[in-house]
Each structure stands twice: as structure tokens, then as C-alpha cells.
């Protein structure tokens, strides 16, 4: 093949090299964008429920709530801002029993769907939010094990929280990122998304 290349013309040399490097762009593009609709799926099936139930753990959520604010005048730099604030923030998550109930009974309901998406190939590409699938997943399990929530001694309830944790962090520094992507590629959906927002107990579909 060195052989060949070899007496190519230089002109065609790099049509050639430049060609490859195009369709390889078109096809990362294409395998980004089914992968941006598989993360949409998830947080329209479960990921923006999931989000508001994390938050009503956290006792100092009102601290970065206004970094899931978003509207359409923020700018890349704006967003960039809100990741660093986030990537910083210590959550402080505390136990409520009956909140806990029901995100266990929530999560057991969506396991099939969580199962569905780490079975996607198409993920692996996305590292953070296969990061993401397997805490919420792994929290899942947890969860599915225990039968009475109220009985729990508090060294296991805090392993619990451990968990609450890492699924919350993670979940907001995606809700983040997909907002930024519906911004940029799907003002539409982006509307609605902000509208919906998960940090806002009056958060209505409802325009005014």
C-alpha cells in the first residue's frame, strides 16, 4: 500500500486524506447525535423526575439552583460558569424516610428502562453518562433490597445517602450539559426544558 501511495500525485494524496477526514466527522456526528437522543429519552422518561426527588434530599440545594436557571439569553460562557459551580458544590443529603420510599418505588418501576440504556452501544461513547446510568442504577439495586425503609439502622441509611449523592452530582452535571445541547441544536425542546425545570418547585408547561 506504501508502494501505491507512493506514486499518487500529491493533489490527489490529499483529496483523499481530506475526503476520509470528512466522512469521519459526518459519522462522529451522526453516532453524537443518535446518542443525544437516547440522553433526551432518559431525561423525559426519568431523568428530570429523578432530578427533583435528589434535590428534596439536599438540604442546600437553594445554593446552586439558580445555576440550573437557564434561559435563552445564557451564552456558552454562562454555561461553562454553572458546570464549575456545580463540579464544586457539596451536597449535604439527609434522610426522609417517606421521600425515600418513593424514589424506591419509582426507580424499581423504571429498572427495565435503565437496563434498556446500558445495553446501548451507542454509550459508550459518552463516558460521563454511562458514569451516570450505572450510579442511578447501582442506587436502583440498593434500594431494591430493602424492604423497610423505616427499619433501617443509620450507619446503613448513611451508605444510602453516599449513593443519593453520587447519582445527584452526576445527574445535575448532565441535566446541564443536555440544556447547553437543546440550546444550541433545538431551541424548541430548549423552551420547554427551562419551563420544566426540576429545581423549580413552580415549574409549569404553561407559557406567560
Known amino acids: 500500500m506504501l508502494g501505491d501511495i507512493a506514486f499518487l500525485p500529491v493533489e490527489v494524496l490529499l483529496v483523499t486524506l481530506i475526503v476520509h477526514r470528512v466522512l469521519d466527522m459526518r459519522e462522529k456526528r451522526n453516532r453524537m447525535e443518535k446518542l443525544n437522543m ?9 431523568g428530570m423526575q429523578l432530578l427533583h426527588s435528589l434535590a428534596e434530599f439536599d438540604a442546600t440545594c437553594q445554593r446552586i439552583k439558580e445555576c440550573l436557571q437557564a434561559d435563552a439569553g445564557w451564552s456558552s460562557e454562562d454555561f461553562r460558569d454553572a458546570a464549575g459551580r456545580i463540579a464544586e458544590y457539596e451536597c449535604s443529603i439527609g434522610r426522609d424516610d417517606v421521600q425515600l420510599e418513593d424514589m424506591r ?11 434498556t440504556l446500558l ?8 463516558e ?8 442511578v442504577f447501582h442506587l436502583t439495586e440498593e434500594l431494591k433490597y430493602r424492604y423497610a425503609i ?9 451508605h444510602l445517602c453516599g449513593d443519593i449523592a453520587r447519582s445527584y452530582k452526576l445527574l445535575l452535571r448532565e441535566w446541564l450539559v443536555y440544556l447547553e445541547h437543546l440550546r444550541t441544536n433545538y431551541p424548541y425542546l430548549f423552551s420547554l426544558a427551562i419551563r420544566m425545570n426540576p429545581l423549580d418547585p413552580d415549574a409549569s408547561p404553561v407559557i406567560k
Do not use: Q
Not at 150 to 158: F, Q, R
Open 38 to 46: 437516547v440522553i433526551g429519552a432518559f431525561f423525559s422518561e426519568m
Open 105 to 115: 418505588e419509582f426507580l424499581l418501576s423504571k429498572r427495565d428502562f435503565l437496563l
Open 119 to 126: 445495553e446501548n452501544p451507542t454509550l459508550l461513547e459518552h
Open 128 to 135: 460521563t453518562f454511562t458514569d451516570l446510568l450505572w450510579a
Open 150 to 158: 423505616a427499619d433501617l439502622p443509620d450507619a446503613d441509611h448513611e
